[in-house]
Each structure stands twice: as C-alpha cells, then as structure tokens.
Nanobody, 119 residues
Framework: QVQLVESGGGLVQPGGSLRLSCAAS????????MAWYRQTPGKQRELVAAITSGGSTNYADSVKGRFTISRDNAKSTVYLQMVTLKPEDTAVYYC?????????????WGQGTQVTVSS
C-alpha cells in the first residue's frame, strides 16, 4: 500500500507559477509510473504529466512547454513545476502511483490539491 500526500496548491494569478509536491509513504524507486492528473467539476480526470522509473516523461498537449514533472527517489517525492499558468489550468490536481506487481496493476491516489488561476 502506498499513501500519497499532495501539497503546494493555491491561488495564483495568470502567468504565475506553482510547484506541486507529492510525498509517498514508501520508496518510489520501484514504482513504475508516477503521474499527476487533474479534474474539474463535471469532467473526467485527465492525465497532466507522467514519469517512469527510468525517467521518461509524458505530458498532455495543453501543458507541454509549461509544466515539468520530476521525481526524487531519495525523498520519495514527485514534483510538478507549473509556469505560465492559465485560468484553464484551474482544477484539483491528484498524484498517482502505478505499480505493476505480478502482472497486476495497482493504482494509488492522493487526496488532491486545489489549484486556482485567477486575477
């Protein structure tokens, strides 16, 4: 079982920056994929960015060039650096850990952190 705790959300003006953190209760060294998702009311949760255990990254088209995902295995923490924020980035951001064990996928989620981009 992996527990995830997000932090770093808040209110920021358009064009501003935020850095989200996701602290895991166990080592993330062996976790196959760490990712950030976001969700707004009435919409499905969408993938924002993901990073594999090998360091490969993937981003939603809407955030490419503005968001950067990184992982610090020593601190069991994943980060999402967000710059040039837009009002449409407003959402609850969730951290996800996906672990493959004996061919079974285990998904773990944090409680979410609110990001609001508004003037």
């Amino acid at each position: 079982q992996v527990q995830l705790v997000e932090s770093g959300g808040g209110l920021v003006q358009p064009g501003g920056s935020l850095r989200l953190s996701c602290a895991a209760s166990t080592s993330i060294f062996s976790i196959n994929v760490m990712a950030w998702y976001r969700q707004t009311p009435g919409k499905q949760r969408e993938l924002v960015a993901a990073i594999t255990s090998g360091g490969s990254t993937n981003y939603a088209d809407s955030v490419k060039g503005r968001f950067t995902i990184s992982r610090d295995n020593a601190k069991s923490t994943v980060y999402l650096q967000m710059v040039t924020l837009k009002p449409e980035d407003t959402a609850v951001y969730y951290c996800n850990a996906r672990q493959l064990v004996a061919a079974i996928v285990h998904d773990y989620w944090g409680q979410g952190t609110q990001v609001t981009v508004s003037s």
